[in-house]
């Protein structure tokens, strides 16, 4: 039991009069319980962490570490703006609908926002759906791939295209 619930369950308790609680320590090869608490943008990541199991007592809580590089790398991997926002849309009605836990559901809408943001930046928009049916697309979809691949790699490098060409020309 928390420690700070331990209050609330004594006072529960003494309403009754054949019942009563007691504080006992445990012993030193008994294993102490372990819940953790995080802040709700953390919350939903706390599944992967009881999925590779809790810390020791003693311990830092790993899911606030474990909670940005998940849902980065969940985007790095899916990658495509397209279905990134099929997911949002997808992951907002279910969370409406479901009742009970929704922590899988808010934590697969972060890393969906994140899939975006991947996509977006490496002109993945539904893999190649759009040219399979509209196959005049293909040129285009090369040519514009290539400008926003050059202008991502800029952006992430801090860098303007302008600048560096500038600097590539003297």
Not at 54 to 74: E, G, I
Not at 76 to 99: H, T
Request: aromatic share 10%.
């Amino acid at each position: 039991m928390k420690e700070k619930d331990y209050p609330a369950l004594e006072n529960i308790v003494s309403s009754f009069t054949a019942s009563a609680v007691s504080r006992i320590k445990p012993s030193e090869d008994e294993e102490i319980p372990v819940e953790i608490e995080n802040k709700p943008i953390v919350k939903p990541f706390e599944l992967i962490t009881r999925l590779y199991g809790m810390p020791q007592h003693l311990n830092v809580d790993p899911t606030v570490f474990l909670a940005p590089f998940f849902a980065v790398f969940f985007g790095m991997c899916l990658a495509d703006a397209g279905y990134g926002l099929m997911m949002i849309v997808i992951s907002i009605f279910l969370l409406r609908k479901i009742q009970g836990d929704k922590k899988l559901l808010l934590m697969l809408t972060i890393c969906a926002a994140t899939t975006v943001l991947v996509g977006a930046l490496t002109g993945g928009w539904f893999g190649d759906a759009f040219e399979q049916f509209i196959p005049s697309l293909q040129p285009l979809r090369e040519k514009r791939l290539g400008q926003h691949l050059s202008a991502a790699a800029y952006r992430i490098a801090g860098l303007s295209a302008q600048r560096t060409c500038h600097c590539l020309r003297t």
